[in-house]
């Protein structure tokens, strides 16, 4: 039985804690987003499908704009038995990144996440990200902080107050080209209440990263839910392309 004040997420189509460095300029990124909820909600929640069994697929189209600034666009796809194949919405996502003469001794830069999803997919239809990316790389070791606000700009549920979505990734370097690790993903709910604990969502990952592959890119995780509000059981593959489409003496691989 799902308490009624409760929310289930239909929401996992980018599982991913970003790193600050954006796309080299003259290159694009084609990504394929991937995940599977083995263990999800059964019932319908706020108008929002179950996410059982479900089956979300997202392309993901980074292009490096200059040295400093990329834009991605994405095209969200969801297919829940009983109720097809759908395409849910699309987000559009620039970010800047500090530049290295700055001086900062950390990995810095901003993204700015905005677009649409489907009412039966998504608590708000039109909604805006705001991520600060910190990440920092000692030796073998890395770590990436994400502290992410979520708006609704547009929600029969949900009020225009920002919630927060922290997600961390903690990876070590094996093998040269392998790094394992940790990814967690929160919901605290909104920044002036946050949620009781059963409500919030927050979700561990156990990643494989392919490292110091200019061409290539691989993600792969398990994920287990750690609230009641989070689905319980989710596996995730992010498979990624990168297509150089003009030299410059700036860019560096």
Not at 5 to 14: F, K
Not at 57 to 78: A, R, S
Not at 146 to 174: C, D, H, R
Request: a negative charge; one cysteine or more; charged letters at 15%.
């Amino acid at each position: 039985m799902i308490c009624p004040d409760i929310v289930w997420s239909q929401n996992n189509y980018e599982i991913q804690v970003y790193a600050s460095q954006t796309q080299a300029m003259g290159s694009t990124m084609f990504e394929l987003h991937s995940n599977y909820t083995f263990s999800g909600s059964t019932q319908i929640v706020n108008g929002v499908l179950p996410s059982n069994h479900s089956l979300h697929e997202t392309v993901e189209i980074t292009t490096g704009i200059t040295p400093v600034f990329e834009t991605g666009v994405y095209l969200f796809t969801n297919y829940t038995p009983g109720y097809g194949y759908q395409v849910v919405g699309a987000h559009l996502r620039p970010r800047v990144m500090a530049p290295a003469d700055w001086g900062i001794p950390f990995g810095l830069s901003l993204s700015m996440e905005i677009g649409y999803q489907k009412p039966a997919y998504a608590d708000d239809t039109w909604s805006l990200e705001i991520r600060p990316i910190i990440d920092k790389q000692w030796g073998n070791f890395y770590a990436s902080l994400n502290p992410t606000f979520g708006i609704a700009l547009q929600s029969k549920y949900n009020n225009s107050v920002p919630t927060f979505e922290p997600n961390v990734k903690l990876s070590y370097t094996v093998f040269k080209n392998t790094g394992l690790g940790i990814e967690y993903y929160g919901d605290m709910g909104p920044v002036t209440q946050f949620d009781h604990g059963p409500q919030q969502n927050h979700a561990l990952f156990i990643a494989y990263d392919l490292l110091n592959n200019i061409n290539w890119e691989l993600n792969i995780g398990v994920g287990f839910g750690l609230t009641p509000a989070t689905d319980p059981f989710i596996f995730k593959v992010i498979t990624g392309r990168k297509i150089k489409w003009k030299k410059n003496k700036l860019q560096t691989q």
